[in-house]
């Protein structure tokens, strides 16, 4: 049984190479972006909505509320990055219980890939919080000794979110390995169950702490700043 999607090449050339990884990435791309068009083609407004949109109403107000609960001003700001980050490794966690899909998690390059992608995000916001200076005079505060102490945090908190994303997902693939060999009648359906599980837990693990980075880059200045009048941003129901 191959481990890591990384192990099924389906076509090379060259430096050029797909492999299982990139395959059920973009397959993964693909039933989100469907499923985004089917859902909301026919939005309503009103007692009378499908359950589709129902759900997903439900899930963007959790993922929504989640992240009002880290103090952020302006929390529908962050809420397509985080709600992206989550629902995107949520299905492929979830789709790993489907016979011959290989979830794109279980290999280091995915989780690799969406750290990175929090790494730009941190600043990102911090900059569209307090500016450009504002933002990066954390990086010297109290002293500028502080600044490579400070730069090697932020990768190393960036390389620990993608391994710990990685190192979960593969060891519960392998655990579910050894498992199904020793016993391929009787654990099945359980451990199908204990991996999905594991799997959503780990989305949504991953994406709270990639919401604690950004707010912590954001509120490094938000907390000197004192709050004038209708600064706050109303949220409504969704």
Same mark, same amino acid.
């Given at each position: 049984m191959e481990i890591s999607p990384d192990q099924i090449v389906y076509w090379e050339w060259r430096f050029v190479t797909v492999?299982?990884?990139?395959?059920?990435?973009?397959?993964v791309l693909v039933l989100l972006g469907v499923g985004a068009w089917l859902i909301t083609r026919n939005l309503t407004v009103g007692p009378d909505i499908s359950r589709w949109q129902n759900g997903m109403e439900v899930l963007v107000g959790q993922i929504l509320t989640q992240?009002?609960?880290?103090?952020?001003?302006?929390?529908?700001r962050y809420l397509p990055f985080i709600g992206t980050l989550f629902i995107f490794i949520v299905t492929c966690n979830v789709l790993a219980v489907v016979p011959g899909f290989v979830a794109p998690t279980a290999s280091v390059?995915?989780?690799i890939a969406l750290a990175i992608c929090v790494f730009v995000a941190v600043p990102v916001y911090g900059i569209m919080n307090r500016g450009l200076k504002a933002y990066f005079k954390r990086y010297i505060r109290p002293t500028p000794l502080m600044l490579p102490f400070t730069i090697i945090g932020e990768i190393s908190r960036t390389?620990?979110?993608?391994?710990?994303?990685? #190192?979960?997902?593969?060891?519960?693939?392998l655990i579910?390995?050894?498992?199904?060999?020793?016993?391929?009648?009787?654990?099945?359906?359980?451990?199908?169950?204990?991996?999905?599980?594991i799997g959503v837990i780990q989305a949504y693990v991953f994406a709270v702490l990639a919401l604690v980075y950004i707010a912590s #880059?954001?509120?490094?200045?938000?907390?000197?700043?004192?709050?004038?009048? #209708?600064d706050a941003e109303p949220i409504s129901a969704v």
């Open positions: 492999n299982a990884t990139l395959v059920y990435s973009w397959i992240i009002e609960t880290t103090g952020l001003r302006h929390p529908r390059t995915t989780p390389v620990a979110l993608g391994i710990r994303l990685f #190192g979960n997902m593969m060891s519960g693939n579910v390995a050894i498992l199904l060999s020793l016993a391929p009648l009787l654990f099945p359906v359980a451990m199908q169950a204990f991996g999905l599980l #880059g954001a509120r490094a200045h938000q907390n000197s700043e004192e709050s004038a009048p #209708g």
